[in-house]
């Protein structure tokens, strides 16, 4: 791994400053984050305060793994997060090894060993990251999840290992949006 820009504090603007240097690079990649983590600090109201900075700055850091500086195993989601654990954001870097049902995608790609070192939390946070991420499109456009999965499919192929993955997780990725979609109807504003 080449050296990479650290991230010592752990806030929702250092999040952002941290994936703006990382990612900025990429206009589209940038505004898929930027629509994620829009789309975070919305949905963040249906969490007590330290569970809703906790969604945002993630939200911000859940694809940092793309970041050429950062790959190791060349699976975005446990390169962000073991750049993440090596700086001691440990809560962050679970929550990042596992968005989006991240699981199904280290199985195939022989990774499920590093993926154990990461327990999932199962959480609401957890559930809405998934949520956040899975509804919007790589240039940031919002997308249902059939869509995001044929966008997928266009994108990398019916055989492409990203494709088979989400279409493995699929039962799973359905469940925590399901359980997103609750939380978010029980805290709209009456
Ligand atoms: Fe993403």
New binding site residues.
């Given amino acids: 791994m080449r050296e990479s820009p650290g991230l010592p504090e752990l806030t929702v603007p250092s999040a952002r400053s941290a994936a703006l240097r990382l990612l900025g690079g990429d206009a589209r990649r940038w505004g898929?984050?930027q629509a994620?983590a829009a789309k975070a600090a919305g949905a963040a109201r249906a969490l007590a305060p330290a569970e809703a900075e906790l969604l945002v700055l993630t939200a911000w850091l859940?694809?940092v793994g793309y970041a050429e500086p950062l790959m190791a195993t060349g699976f975005h989601s446990l390169d962000g997060a073991q750049w993440l654990r090596q700086q001691g954001h440990e809560r962050v870097a679970c929550l990042v090894a596992h968005?989006?049902c991240a699981s199904f995608e280290a199985a195939l790609r022989g990774l499920s060993k590093v993926m154990a070192t990461y327990p999932d939390e199962g959480t609401a946070v957890r559930d809405l990251l998934t949520y956040c991420?899975i509804t919007?499109g790589p240039a940031g456009q919002a997308m249902t999840m059939d869509e995001r999965l044929a966008d997928v499919q266009e994108r990398y192929g019916a055989d492409g290992v990203v494709t088979r993955a989400l279409q493995a997780a699929e039962k799973e990725l359905s469940r925590q949006l399901a359980a997103a979609e609750r939380l978010l109807a029980d805290s709209q504003p009456m």
């Fill in positions: 898929h984050v994620v859940h694809d968005h989006s991420d919007t």
